[in-house]
């Protein structure tokens, strides 16, 4: 995770040039949707004003109507009353439309931006963000971020009626507008310093939550585990506890919150109360008239019950910039790799320094090593997973384009399969898919999915076995038929006749390419133009399989002659 | 293996309201007293319109100025109670929500833990996940926040009402007139909108699940340069879901002025039928401005209470699918074991409605003995390990352990029992110490770096923070072998009668997959240990191998015999060494 370490100085932008500051990507967020914010806010003041008018048309009825007992006068502020209220409501209905598409589109955008910031920042996403994390940013995060500009718009109708309900009451008399907008202004300033203490309770509630759903995940993924090795009274307890931080959390948040929102509901009642004491020692003076008084206190309580508007902006801010902060720190995550080549042509074999081995171009070369970390970290830097001194004949791989490298050397791992049909995963023609998984020997995955390319496989492969996911992992990189593979112990998970039949396929497949392979099953290295073999991370000797077969060491760890 | 999908199922009505009953009745006096605290915190903030009323009528009675003090004194006094009571209601009203909460997700965890692992996979783990973070949280926030804010908005609109009634029972009627149009708007929202706020959660998991598949992939995007894919998908997640959105907002146009009325149409009658009624005689001024203002005062709990309904339909349905876990069927073992030989006998086999992978297979590890299970890929190994784990239930035959069905034996005693270790390597979030003592919580210090050494798992001993090490994606990320050698060191951990080695140390490297092989055979020694394996290292130091081909034992006897015999093990074996035959 990127923290940003001095908070006023601004982080630098993202790599997706998405701003990795929590107040400028909000500021980015509204400004993109400044045409539906400028119309629903526009619309929200002319429907806070009808608002603010109705309690007014009332006590104009109650004074001029009721009291003067003019019945010749209440058809025509019959008919004002109707439309006030009829006008406010569907006005509102107007406003609150153009903010929610708003909103709406800042969500998409945000997730628009999160895909495009994984494609940017490649592989430097990996370990930076958890799968439970991810599901937050994308959804909950997207959302508040999104919603303070609807909530903004809230504020904003709140503020209005303010400014129309004190200018009304002052009017009818400067007192109770002075009490009325200072009392509006004294709930803002009473509740600020609340809302702190709150943000600083939700920071550590939401992290227990995110622990919480991280462990929840590890029920569905380890469940297997779990049943294999009898943990689950363990994990249960596990929960459990971390259940109990999380409510713990959560009281610690309610303490807070109680305050707030009791305060959210009983200053606007002060605030009434206030107004009212006032209005009434006017109203008995003969300074203002009954329908006054009561215009003042219904015109407070719609106006305290919209500084609950302001307060709720308050909060939404808190929490989108919360939100915000999460997002930026996701968005200046970046490429583990630096990208600043722009060479094209390469030729000739490919060196890594480290462990000075080289991929001769157009042979299968299979890589022998008694340890599989040193050899797999070769392959990475020779298909630049990891920056290094490697080289693709006399050019440094660092020194040429990233996307050429990527289009022309291919390393196979542990690669990810995504939900999609076997032929989507392939990504080839159906003949030259058929032709991969037979080189594979994945026909049984074929067959499985219903013998056709149509088959759908589900996010990382889940429905098929550890061993079909190898081998359908094997059938893409084959598919892809790059100008380099490389790939890390490939059969692994398959049975020595199958292994055999990969071996020979493959190798037939390859001919004429280059191709190394991580293994030390004396079934690859009968087909092998040359063999690296590795000790300690160093290649010690180079040449056939049968040339190094001379050496003892060798030979125990590739004939599979004396088991330990 | 591809399994026939059977979905969990999810809760009715009748269980949901027993869910929630049981909820309530679990924590029933603080729940008891957030009602009562609610009740009397609406009742402070209504008596301020009904005083307002009061305050009118005394002045056209020619009321003095302490007297109008007094009762605006009283105004002042209920506001500082509605907030003592308020904040004490909202204070122990999150407090209970977080409980429930906290009790909810607990048991639908136990729950979920003890489900049968069949039935799991049968499902789908993506039902399960979704329901394990999804839904376990949408339902606590609905218990912790919707859910107090709507009994505090209805409280409110009771009250209101109450106190509309009791300030003149004849503009009291009025008041109600908006409450039919509510009703019917209310009914037809909910009808409406609960499909249209599913498909909208549905699309933000849709959303969810895309963009951690691209995280997770990160490096095969790079591999396969899938770079156009993921944009492709991602944007066409997040373009659905603007439909649903839309969806929703085209539902809320219509309703939201609906809702007005039901505040609206009361205060413009009372004003204008009051008036008339006073003019008549009927009605005191004071009470037609009371009572306007308490309509006025409805806006706000309808609009909440209304709002949150949509939420209360997709917290309900989150439930039914939480709830749902509890239906599962508990499994039914109460057989006894006595000792710890495995049998099977005349076993098949087959997933779901398929084809039977296993035809007839009998097989009898001896105690002690070190049996090693070899074949062709797709021969069922793995299913074997499986049957004897007691994770599934042979179609025909018997698979005991100690004379009792192992798929009949309580999953507690079974795990001293037996223990399976397969090719998924999962590791928990969680520190090393946590992922070790799994199976054996009592072990210490000592025990775990002693079962790490005998699995040769050197790296564990260069961890920066020991055993405290945090493991996991986010963390430190082991790899393959170190995430085998880590299931290993479980075992030895919780030292079993029988262990079933599924492919287990496949992803060890060569060098020191012997050793490991080596030291596990010498920590087990005594064990029952079948061990089923493509590579035949394992084989060859075998107290006997059994070759499984279609779905039977094809040759069973030590690897000289085999060998001797020239059979389906011998080809096997050149094969693997790299001898043509």
């Known amino acids: 995770m990127v923290v940003n370490p001095n908070p006023l100085r601004p982080a630098p932008p993202s790599p997706s040039g998405i701003p990795t500051d929590p107040w400028r990507y909000l500021w980015r967020v509204a400004r993109t949707q400044s045409g539906r914010v400028a119309v629903g806010f526009i619309t929200l003041s002319i429907s806070g004003t009808a608002w ?5 048309v009332i006590s104009k009825i109650v004074d001029e109507v009721i009291i003067a007992k003019a019945t010749e006068d209440l058809l025509p502020w019959a008919i004002a009353l109707v439309i006030t209220a009829i006008g406010s409501s569907w006005i509102f209905v107007a406003g609150y439309r153009f903010l929610f598409m708003a909103e709406s589109r800042a969500r998409v955008e945000t997730v628009e931006s999160l895909t495009d910031h994984l494609n940017t920042a490649g592989t430097g996403v990996r370990g930076a963000v958890s799968p439970g994390e991810m599901v937050n940013l994308s959804t909950e995060d997207a959302h508040k971020t999104g919603s303070f500009i609807f909530q903004l718009g809230f504020g904003w109708m709140g503020l209005v009626m303010l400014v129309v309900g004190t200018v009304i009451l002052w009017n009818t008399d400067t007192r109770l507008g002075i009490v009325a907008a200072g009392g509006v202004f004294a709930i803002g300033f009473l509740v600020g310093p609340l809302l702190g203490r709150l943000q600083h309770h939700q920071i550590a509630y939401r992290a227990s939550v995110a622990t919480l759903t991280g462990q929840a995940a590890d029920v569905v993924g380890g469940l297997r585990v779990l049943r294999g090795v009898g943990g689950e009274a363990q994990f249960s307890q ?3 506890a971390a259940s109990a931080d999380l409510r713990d959390a959560g009281y610690g948040v309610a303490t807070a919150d109680s305050w707030v929102q009791g305060l959210r509901a009983s200053l606007p009642l002060a605030l009434i109360a206030i107004v009212t004491w006032v209005g009434a020692r006017l109203a008995l003076d003969r300074s203002i008239t009954i329908g006054e008084l009561s215009a003042a206190f219904g015109m407070t309580a719609l106006l305290a019950q919209h500084a609950g508007a302001l307060i709720g902006m308050a909060q939404a801010i808190i929490a989108a910039q ?3 902060r999460r997002l930026t720190a996701f968005f200046g995550t970046e490429s583990d790799i630096s990208d600043g080549g722009t060479g094209r042509e390469a030729r000739g074999a490919l060196r890594d320094r480290e462990t000075g081995l ?16 040193p050899a797999a970290l070769a392959l990475e830097r020779l298909a630049r997973y990891r920056d290094s001194q490697a080289e693709w004949g006399a050019v440094p791989l660092a020194d040429l384009e990233l996307d050429t490298v990527r289009e022309r050397v291919l390393l196979l791992r542990e690669d990810y399969l995504f939900a999609q049909t076997l032929g989507e ?13 037979r080189a594979a020997c994945a026909e049984d995955v074929h067959s499985s999915l219903g013998s056709t390319l149509d088959g759908a496989i589900t996010n990382g492969g889940r429905n098929l076995s550890g061993g079909q996911r190898q081998r359908l992992r094997l059938a893409r990189a084959l598919a892809a038929d790059a100008e380099t593979l490389l790939a890390v112990e490939p059969t692994s998970a398959v049975d020595a006749h199958t292994e055999s039949l990969i071996a020979e396929r493959v190798t037939e497949a390859r001919r004429g390419r280059t191709t190394a392979v991580v293994t030390a099953s004396p079934l690859w290295l009968a087909h092998a133009d040359l063999v690296a073999w590795m000790v300690d991370g160093k290649v010690r000797a180079t040449g056939t399989h049968a040339e190094l077969s001379l050496d003892g060491e060798y030979r125990s760890l590739t004939s599979r002659q004396e088991s330990r | 293996m591809s399994v026939p999908s059977t979905r969990l199922p999810t809760a009715g009505r009748a269980e949901m309201m027993r869910a929630v009953k049981r909820l309530v009745l679990d924590d029933k006096a603080a729940f008891t007293g957030v009602v009562v605290l609610y009740v009397a915190a609406a009742g402070a903030s209504a008596a301020l319109p009904v005083m307002l009323g009061e305050v009118i009528d005394g002045i056209g009675t020619g009321w003095t100025a302490s007297r109008v003090d007094l009762i605006c004194g ?3 006094g209920c506001v500082l109670a509605q907030l003592l009571l308020m904040r004490t209601g909202r204070r122990l009203g999150y407090r209970l929500g977080e409980r429930a909460a906290a009790r909810l997700r607990e048991s639908f965890i136990d729950r979920v833990l003890r489900l049968p692992l069949g039935t799991v996979e049968r499902a789908g783990t993506g039902d399960l996940a979704t329901r394990t973070s999804g839904d376990v949280g949408a339902v606590a926030e609905l218990l912790r926040k919707t859910g107090p804010e709507v009994a505090v908005a209805l409280i409110e609109v009771t009250v209101i009402t109450v106190a509309a009634f009791v300030v003149s029972p004849l503009l009291g009627l009025l008041f109600l007139i908006g409450s039919p149009a509510l009703v019917i708007a209310g009914r037809r929202y909910v009808r409406l909108a609960s499909p249209v706020f599913l498909k909208e959660r549905a699309a933000m998991s849709e959303i969810a699940e895309t963009l951690t598949a691209s995280a997770a992939g990160a490096q095969t995007v790079a591999a396969y340069r899938m770079q156009d894919e993921r944009r492709g998908a991602g944007y066409g997640r997040a373009a659905v ?30 004003t204008i039928v009051g008036g008339i009624w006073y003019m008549n005689g009927w009605v005191s001024v004071g009470e037609v401005v009371a009572v306007a203002m308490l309509t006025l005062r409805l806006d706000g709990p309808v609009f909440r209470s209304m709002m949150a309904l949509s939420e209360f339909q997709m917290g309900g349905a989150a439930m039914a699918r939480v709830e749902g876990v509890h239906l599962m069927p508990d499994e039914e073992r109460g057989a006894a074991s006595d000792g710890a030989e495995v049998r099977l006998d005349d076993v098949t086999f087959g997933y779901g409605d398929g084809p039977d992978v296993l035809h007839g297979l009998s097989l009898r590890p001896r105690r002690g003995e070190r049996l090693v299970v070899v074949g062709p890929s797709g021969a069922g190994k793995s299913t074997i390990a499986r049957l004897i784990a007691g994770i599934d239930r042979p179609r025909t035959g018997r698979v005991t352990l100690g004379g009792a069905p192992v798929a009949d034996i309580p999953l507690e005693e079974l795990r001293r029992k037996v223990i399976l270790v397969t090719q998924e390597h999962y590791i928990f979030t969680a520190t090393l110490r946590d992922n070790l003592n799994l199976a054996a919580p009592e072990a210490d210090d000592e025990a775990l770096f002693a079962a790490l050494a005998t699995v040769d798992a050197r790296w564990a001993v260069d961890l920066p923070d020991g055993l405290d090490t945090m493991l996991g994606e986010e963390h430190h990320e082991l790899n393959l072998a170190e995430a085998q050698q880590l299931a290993l060191a479980r075992v030895i951990l919780a030292d079993p009668d029988v262990v079933i080695l599924d492919e287990a140390t496949a992803g060890i490297d060569p060098g020191s997959a012997g050793n490991v092989e080596a030291s596990l055979a010498a920590a087990l020694h005594g064990r029952t240990v079948i061990a089923i394996a493509h590579q035949l290292q394992a084989a060859e130091t075998a107290d006997r191998v059994a070759v499984v081909r279609e779905g039977r034992i094809a040759e069973s006897g030590t690897h000289d015999e085999l060998l001797a015999a020239e059979g389906i093990y011998a080809g096997l074996w050149w094969a693997w060494k790299g001898v043509a035959v």
């Open chain 1, 52 to 56: 603010i008018l109705l309690p007014w």
């Open chain 1, 238 to 240: 596990r929960y459990r």
């Open chain 1, 322 to 324: 919360v939100s915000s």
């Open chain 1, 358 to 373: 080289t991929v001769e171009p157009g042979k299968l070369t299979v890589v022998v090593s008694a340890e599989g970390k």
């Open chain 1, 425 to 437: 995963t392939l990504r080839v023609s159906p003949e030259a898919a058929m032709s991969a998984i």
């Open chain 2, 74 to 76: 009283i105004i002042a």
């Open chain 2, 241 to 270: 879901h603007m439909k649903r959105l839309k969806g929703i907002v085209r539902l809320q146009t219509w309703f939201f002025p609906a809702t007005d009325l039901a505040f609206l149409t009361p205060a413009v009658v009372v």
